[in-house]
């Protein structure tokens, strides 16, 4: 992919990346990537989200591009609610409104720059230093810290879809959002490290728990063999009836991903439930559940 939005996020891999928070403007995500793909500096980017606008008194943006020299910049309009502002570092912003106070968006800084580790895992140990109740202030009432979530992470070599991907959105069954993120972003994590020692794959077939789970609306199924073989995925309700075939084909030895989208192989969107994913090869037979929400 060459530049694309993702929710209040326009990003560039390898490039940079635009949050486009408070009232986002019309078609912004558009001059966005028109500025990266064209290599404009920050202070042209902002200009152009700007130019023309007649309402730059709600909007609020952050960006950080990569290039040679890491570069930042911020805008936050007068009109944006209260508390409203932005902090920026040499190599990251940091930008809120409706916020109780400046201190959650230092206390998030302070996290960012304080901890070690991947990207993934100093954003979201930025987010879980803004969760108290009322962070955003209009969610003080109900004792949460915000009404939704999130972490994206986009690497330079990513083409379909992103490193890391997580939105969670305020439920009373679930409670704090930031929490709930902390449970998938631990899944996603655990997933990770399946991925890394891809290279170290054990002797043995393997089917491993699809990510994420629940899902909707489609998951990651990971597998490995330890030698070529003909390999035979398939996906069955609790009824017993197949599905949906995945994979069904001569493999070479290795680590695979394999993505269901949720649909049956009539391409129609499966019924909400748990469902059986089932691996063979080469008299090796695996089993394990999931579960699609709609």
């Known amino acids: 992919?060459?530049?694309?939005?993702?929710?209040?996020?326009?990003?560039?891999?390898?490039?940079?990346?635009?949050?486009?928070?408070?009232?986002?403007?019309?078609?912004?995500?558009?001059?966005?990537?028109?500025?990266?793909?064209?290599?404009?500096?920050?202070?042209?980017?902002?200009?152009?989200?700007?130019?023309?606008?007649?309402?730059?008194?709600?909007?609020?943006?952050?960006?950080?591009?990569?290039?040679?020299?890491?570069?930042?910049?911020?805008?936050?309009?007068?009109?944006?609610?209260?508390?409203?502002?932005?902090?920026?570092?040499?190599?990251?912003?940091?930008?809120?409104?409706?916020?109780?106070?400046e201190h959650i968006l230092k206390n998030m800084e302070s996290a960012f720059i304080n901890t070690s580790g991947s990207l993934a895992n100093r954003l979201m140990q930025a987010l879980l230093a803004a969760k108290e109740s009322g962070a955003d202030?209009?969610?003080?009432?109900?004792?949460?810290?915000?009404?939704?979530?999130?972490?994206?992470?986009?690497?330079?070599?990513?083409?379909?879809?992103?490193?890391?991907?997580?939105?969670?959105?305020?439920?009373?069954?679930?409670?704090?959002?930031?929490?709930?993120?902390?449970?998938?972003?631990?899944e996603w994590a655990s997933s990770q490290?399946?991925?890394?020692?891809?290279?170290?794959?054990?002797?043995?077939?393997?089917?491993?728990?699809?990510?994420p789970n629940p899902f909707n609306p489609s998951t990651m199924i990971s597998y490995q063999i330890p030698q070529t073989g003909f390999v035979n995925i398939e996906i069955f309700n609790m009824m017993g009836q197949r599905v949906r075939t995945l994979v069904d084909d001569v493999k070479n030895s290795g680590y695979y991903d394999v993505n269901w989208d949720g649909r049956n192989d009539h391409g129609e969107i499966v019924e909400n439930g748990i469902y059986v994913y089932q691996m063979q090869c080469e008299g090796f037979i695996q089993r394990k559940k999931m579960t699609f929400l709609k």
Not at 45 to 58: E, F, V
Not at 149 to 171: F, M, Q
């Open 193 to 211: 490290t399946v991925v890394e020692n891809k290279n170290n794959i054990e002797r043995t077939f393997k089917l491993f728990q699809n990510f």
């Open 1 to 101: 992919v060459d530049a694309y939005p993702i929710g209040v996020f326009v990003v560039k891999p390898g490039v940079g990346i635009t949050a486009c928070q408070a009232w986002g403007r019309p078609g912004g995500g558009d001059i966005v990537i028109e500025g990266l793909s064209n290599g404009l500096n920050v202070e042209t980017i902002i200009a152009n989200l700007l130019d023309g606008d007649g309402d730059t008194k709600i909007r609020q943006y952050g960006v950080a591009l990569l290039y040679t020299t890491p570069r930042t910049g911020a805008y936050t309009g007068e009109w944006c609610r209260d508390w409203k502002g932005h902090i920026l570092g040499p190599n990251y912003a940091v930008q809120g409104n409706c916020l109780s106070g």
């Open 137 to 186: 202030n209009r969610c003080a009432i109900m004792n949460i810290s915000s009404m939704c979530a999130g972490i994206l992470v986009v690497k330079p070599t990513d083409t379909n879809n992103p490193h890391l991907s997580i939105e969670v959105r305020y439920s009373p069954a679930k409670g704090d959002p930031i929490d709930d993120l902390k449970k998938k972003f631990d």
